[in-house]
């Protein structure tokens, strides 16, 4: 058998095809033969456009069934799949096109129109639409064929997905996700979080991202079972499947709002087995609070994009708040000195570093980038701060590069800075995220003026909206007369985030 994701999942697929996958919030259901034949004539039809091994598939629609079927045809044809948040603008979506040189793009058919000359400007060949009732020029055009195809035989060191993070220049990374990434991954989590044959995963998160796709589709594909698809985090919907759920994944954002609902209840989630947080950090409090509602302890776990999962909490055994728990089976967390590489003392904070089958290959076409952030021996470079007690639970402290988490989606401040910075009136600005009740961070600029601008708070944010996803814009903007800065000139960020971190009463 081959090392292709796809063959490993396929291996552990009911007996019986007509087993329900997935289960939409309308009530309409897709089997697992309708995954196989739905997948396999998009994978044919991918062939036919000249798509080859190796190849790049970007993807930029709306969460639905079809577009979990086209990531596995992906995956079947041997194509690396690239999925872009839908929130990207138009902008950021030609910087991807251009840099990943993509064979096909697929966009939702109402973007068509204003995604062509983007797509044809980056050089992509095929441009086809998928909606999230299955329409769409890529369903339309693989509706008659031969749902039957030879998955294509691919090595466990293979290209499987393209997964963009943004940079601290600005210059968002394409981390370059193997078979190998993928296929470990998913079958540790599987095994560590004890997926039974009765499991049915309650699915809320985005498919765009490593949480959502990688962990929370790829373990119910290992287990074989199904999972009840909401479009978005809605409570109304969570609270009327969770009697019919076993697992729930969720950010952080999830469970304040349950815990917001009076109808959080011992009796409401009396039918689960599990509940995950990750993509932000979990507070000690919600944890806390979430166990005194309801009687279950939420499983915090810790990944990146470039690494999936890292580590987590135990299914039996302390989940402590405030911790993300153990470092995977076969994986290996250290923490080093941030310069050096050396590791620190036991018990010491440093930067925390990870080796092991679940860590990139490295960004596609940055070489030097990957030499810097992938040391020699193998240990790639998180960029988080923390520490491993002497139980050998992983504790976060903070991260080194001033990246803000907020609702489980990654900013980078030099990105939004650089926006901010281009407004008339503007001297510099410094992007922080402070604590959110909901967001777990929220991104906040503080801006230094020239003297007599015109630039206020709605200035800022409609420059950000202009230029950037709505989880990159701030939901806070002060002005000061100066920026604090150390004896090198730089911005000390950590003393703006103090100062505003009680804004939002978190």
């Excluded at 601008?453 to 909206?465: K, M």
Aim: charged letters at 20%; glycine letters at 10%.
């Amino acid at each position: 058998m081959s090392d292709n994701f796809f063959d490993i999942a396929a291996a552990c697929f009911p007996a019986d095809a007509d087993s329900s996958f997935i289960e939409l919030e309308s009530g309409r259901r897709y089997s697992y033969r309708d995954l196989m034949e739905i997948s396999g004539r998009y994978a044919r039809l991918l062939a036919e456009l000249g798509v080859a091994k190796g190849d790049r598939v970007a993807v930029q629609v709306e969460k639905s069934a079809e577009a979990v079927f086209l990531y596995l045809a992906c995956l079947r044809a041997g194509a690396a799949y690239l999925p872009l948040n839908t929130a990207y603008t138009k902008a950021e979506v030609g910087y991807f096109l251009g840099d990943a040189e993509p064979k096909v793009f697929v966009c939702p058919p109402g973007n068509e129109a204003a995604l062509a000359d983007t797509a044809k400007g980056a050089g992509v060949g095929n441009l086809l639409t998928l909606g999230t009732g299955g329409d769409g020029s890529l369903a339309d055009r693989a509706a008659g064929l031969d749902p039957e195809f030879d998955t294509v035989a691919c090595a466990a060191d293979d290209l499987a997905a393209i997964l963009y993070t943004s940079g601290t220049t600005g210059r968002s990374k394409g981390a370059m996700m193997s078979h190998r990434n993928l296929s470990s991954n998913a079958a540790t989590l599987h095994r560590i979080w004890g997926f039974r044959p009765d499991d049915v995963l309650l699915h809320a998160l985005p498919i765009f991202h490593t949480h959502g796709l990688f962990v929370a589709t790829n373990c119910v594909l290992m287990n074989g079972t199904g999972m009840l698809f909401l479009g978005k985090f809605d409570p109304d919907a969570v609270f009327r499947l969770l009697p019919r759920a076993t697992v729930m994944m969720g950010v952080p954002t999830f469970y304040t709002r349950l815990l917001a609902d009076p109808r959080l209840t011992p009796e409401a989630a009396a039918h689960m087995r599990l509940f995950i947080s990750g993509s932000a950090p979990l507070l000690a409090d919600t944890h806390r609070e979430f166990r005194e509602r309801t009687g279950h302890a939420i499983l915090e776990r810790y990944g990146m994009t470039e690494t999936g999962m890292l580590t987590s909490n135990p299914l039996d055994g302390d989940r402590i708040p405030g911790t993300v728990g153990f470092p995977l089976p076969e994986v290996s967390v250290r923490v080093a000195d941030e310069k050096t590489g050396e590791p620190v003392a036991e018990g010491g904070i440093g930067v925390l570093e990870v080796k092991g089958p679940n860590v990139f290959s490295g960004y596609w076409r940055m070489p030097e980038k990957t030499a810097q952030e992938i040391r020699p021996g193998g240990w790639f470079i998180t960029g988080d701060v923390g520490r491993i007690d002497e139980r050998g639970y992983v504790h976060i402290i903070g991260r080194a590069k001033d990246l803000v988490i907020s609702g489980g989606f990654n900013v980078y401040p030099k990105e939004v800075e650089t926006v901010i910075d281009g407004i008339d009136g503007v001297v510099e600005s410094a992007v922080i995220g402070i604590p959110h009740p909901d967001f777990g961070e929220a991104v906040m600029a503080v801006v230094l003026r020239r003297p007599g601008a015109a630039v206020d708070e709605a200035a800022v944010v409609g420059a950000c909206r202009e230029q950037l996803a709505n989880f990159k814009v701030p939901k806070a903007v002060a002005f000061v007369d100066e920026l604090p800065r150390n004896a090198m000139g730089k911005v000390q960020k950590n003393l703006l985030r103090e100062a505003n971190k009680g804004r939002f009463g978190a």
